[in-house]
C-alpha cells in the first residue's frame, strides 16, 4: 500500500482541521524545522468566552530571533503565563457539560516545565488526539537532517525521507505549491483536502470562528469526533 504522509508545524492546542488532516495520514511529520514567524499558530489559539473569541498565548523569547527555527524558540522565563491561559479557560468553560472531564489534564499539561514552544504545541496534539480517542505515528522533521532551501523541495524530501508516496494537505498550500509539478517529477501524488464542518453546540456563541480543539471537547466531550469525522 502506498503511504501517506501529512507535514505540519507544530500549534498550540489546534482546531478541529488540523486533527482531521493529521488523521488522514500513516505518518505525521511535525515540522519543527520551519522558520519562526510572528503572530503565527505556533504559540496561541482561540479560546470561546462570552465576549467572542479570545487568544490564549504562550510568551516565548523570539525577539532577535525572527529568523530562528520553531525548535530553537524559548518559552518566556516569566511563568505567571500558565497561570493567564489556565485562568481564562477555567473562566470561560467552568459551566462547559465536559469541563471536569478535560479540565485537570489540561491544567496538569500547561504545569509541566516546559523549555521551547515546539515541545509544548506537540504534546498538546498528542493530548488532543488522545481525547480524540486517535494515536497516528508522529516523526519529527529534526530528526530526519533534511537541509533544503526551497519550501516545495523540502516537502518532497521530507516525504522520501518517511517512505512517502502520496502527501495529504490543506487548501492553503496551494498558494506555493501551485499544480504540483515538483511532487509529479519525484512520483507523489498530493491529496487536498476540504475543511468543511457541522456546527456543534457550544456555550459560548463564536458563529463561523474555528476555536481550538479545546473548546469542542468542553462542549461535546467524546462525541468531539462526529464533528471532524463524521
Known sequence: MTRKAVIIQPMFFPWRGQFDLQSR???VVIFDTVQYSRRHWYNRNLIATANGPQWITVPVNAKGNYCGLIKNIQISSDLKWKDRIIRSVQHSYSSAPYF?????????????DWQNISDLSFAS???????????????????LDIEEGDPVSRLIKLCQAVGA??????????????????FKEAD???????????????????QDVEMSILDLLFNVGPAAGKYIWS
Open 25 to 27: 495520514a500513516d505518518i
Open 100 to 112: 471536569e472531564q478535560y479540565f485537570a489534564e489540561f491544567e496538569a499539561l500547561i504545569r509541566q
Open 125 to 143: 496534539i498528542r493530548w488532543g488526539f488522545e481525547k480524540l480517542g486517535k494515536s497516528p505515528t508522529f516523526v519529527l522533521a529534526s530528526e
Open 165 to 182: 508516496r502520496h502527501y495529504i494537505s490543506g487548501p492553503a498550500a496551494k498558494d506555493y505549491i501551485g499544480s504540483g509539478e515538483k
Open 188 to 206: 507523489i501524488d498530493i491529496e487536498w483536502i476540504n475543511y468543511e464542518y457541522e456546527k456543534y453546540p457550544q456555550i459560548n456563541c463564536t
